[in-house]
């Protein structure tokens, strides 16, 4: 899962098959609200990935657990 700053959301994705396109899945206004959203849609057996903004190749991973439900 994805969640990238686009101007003043945050866009919420997964990588398709080629590793290199992205699937759309929704987005928030809040960041807090959009990694909730991703880390939900992602479960137990994906990751989440923040990329700070959407002209940019670096990422962090994000923990999860972090979120509160």
């Known amino acids: 899962m994805i969640v990238t700053a686009v101007g003043d959301h945050y866009a919420i994705g997964r990588l398709k098959a080629d590793g290199k396109t992205q699937e759309f899945l929704g987005s928030q206004q809040r960041l807090a609200e959009a990694l909730k959203q991703a880390c939900a849609l992602a479960g ?3 990751r ?3 990329y700070p903004n ?3 190749s670096h ?3 994000f923990d999860c657990t972090e ?3």
Request: proline letters at 7%.
């Open 44 to 46: 137990l057996n994906h």
């Open 48 to 50: 989440v990935f923040l």
């Open 54 to 56: 959407a002209g940019s």
């Open 59 to 61: 990422y962090r991973p």
């Open 67 to 69: 979120v509160s439900t």
